[in-house]
């Protein structure tokens, strides 16, 4: 059984996020695959529609279930989105956000994307980019806040998620 990074998240509506650079189930570009593995730790140009009209802010996460960590991966967070955006350029992962989003910490405890670079040998793994709809514009946790309690805190002002998926593999040497 592979892990569902949904798995007791609220039941909310859904509305469409989609990528010109990969589409969904398929592989990331090079591009997004971190730095050390022949990447550029570069986030994907994301576009999403058909939010709940009570929408007033979105979190985006990018998150590998499938990191044999126990616990996944978190490599992207940025809370406080405006309601009004409805996209972000590739590269936003280390560069301008849109006025009034507020970066959050990663896996590594810095504030930018970190690309894919699952274990070499270890198989195929899941990267999973939410946008979250809240009916808050700004979503109240602590500066140094992990992505694990951003998720956490942000349940409670859920309206609806969407979701794509890429996928990476690093062979094994």
């Known amino acids: 059984m592979t892990n569902d990074p949904n798995w007791r998240l609220p039941e909310v509506p859904t509305f469409t996020l989609t990528s010109p650079d990969f589409a969904d189930g398929d592989v990331l570009p090079t591009s997004a ?7 550029s730790d570069r986030s994907p140009a994301l576009q999403w ?3 709940p009209e009570s929408t007033k802010s979105f979190v985006l996460t990018a998150y590998d279930p ?13 809370s406080d989105i405006p309601a009004s955006v409805t996209s972000l350029d590739a590269g936003a992962g280390t560069g301008t956000l849109p006025d009034g989003s507020t970066r959050r910490r990663n896996e590594y405890g810095t504030d930018t994307f970190l690309g894919a670079a699952p ?14 709809a809240l009916d808050v514009p700004t979503l109240e946790v602590p500066a140094d806040a992990t992505p694990a309690v951003v998720g956490f805190m942000l ?3 859920l309206v609806g ?6 996928t990476q593999e690093t062979p094994a040497s």
């Open 33 to 39: 695959r971190g730095a050390d593995v022949g990447g």
């Open 161 to 166: 998620r969407a979701q794509l998926m890429g």
């Open 119 to 132: 274990p070499a040998g270890h198989g195929s793994h899941r990267y999973f980019f939410t946008v979250s």
């Open 155 to 157: 349940r409670e002002h």
């Open 49 to 51: 529609s058909g939010a």
């Open 66 to 78: 499938d990191a044999p960590t126990g616990s996944g991966f978190w490599h992207w967070a940025v």
